[in-house]
């Protein structure tokens, strides 16, 4: 895995603060502004995007690999940066039951939890470690194959066994289309939306840098932004 330089800590605050006016111009649009988290997604990018993205005003980073987050934590940890110096962690990659483990200690926020035995090993770890586990219900709203997410028939049974587990379900989470097709985009979005209120959560995780302006108009109250904020990756990252 390429790991790239962040941009400095004063380039990538100026780009939140952008990002926050945009959020607070477009979510006005419908006279009901709100509070919407900027997840700044530092996939590829060394330890020290996480301590910019914080300093950043960003809410949480995003990461999608098991293999980044424990590097970049370790790193850290070597070379004495506090736990409380770091910003949240939410996991916003394709899931392994097997990585759930290891990954527990470091992960804040489970966004692409997907089926039952993520689920459960989840909650063993919840158990072992004595601590709350918080998660989102990764929706497959487009219904394509190479996507992760669970079917929308699905998602209340994943809720319903999740408090039954009492692992603290948040939201629900989605991707927009592969095809980056509008209007497509605008019916996944509005039908997750939809979702999250029918089941009376409160977190809709939708919306990255290519297509957060719908994201904004459906109701989306998690952002997860990469390009926007640390600049284009190579094409192999």
């Not at 009901?32 to 990018?45: A, E, L, M, N, Q």
């Not at 470091?106 to 039952?116: E, N």
């Not at 586990?133 to 394509?144: K, M, R, S, Y």
């Amino acid at each position: 895995m390429a790991v790239n330089q962040p941009p400095s800590l004063d380039i990538v605050s100026a780009r939140v603060a952008e990002l926050r006016d945009h959020i607070r111009v477009r979510t006005a649009r419908d006279g009901r502004s709100r509070h919407v988290s900027i997840i700044g997604v530092t996939k590829t990018f060394g330890a020290d995007a996480w301590l910019i993205a914080r300093g950043a005003g960003c809410d949480a980073v995003g990461e999608n690999y098991a293999q980044e987050i424990l590097a970049k934590s370790a790193e850290l940890a070597a070379r004495g940066v506090d736990a409380s110096e770091l910003p949240s962690i939410h996991f916003i990659g394709h899931l392994q039951s097997n990585k759930v483990r290891q990954l527990f200690p470091v992960v804040t926020l489970w966004q692409t939890v997907d089926r039952m035995s993520v689920l459960e090993a989840i909650a063993s770890e919840q158990q072992r470690h004595g601590r709350s586990a918080e998660i989102l219900i990764q929706v497959n709203a487009t219904g394509e194959d190479q996507k992760s997410g669970c079917s929308p028939s699905d998602v209340a049974s994943l809720v319903r066994r999740a408090k039954e587990l009492d692992v603290v379900v948040h939201g629900l989470m989605t991707l927009g289309p592969t095809s980056g097709d509008a209007d497509e985009t605008r019916r996944a979005f509005r039908a997750v939306a939809q979702m999250t209120h029918d089941l009376s959560l409160g977190e809709t995780s939708m919306g990255m840098s290519g297509d957060m302006d719908i994201a904004l108009d459906e109701g989306s109250t998690m952002l997860r932004i990469g390009t926007a904020l640390f600049g284009e990756r190579p094409r192999s990252a």
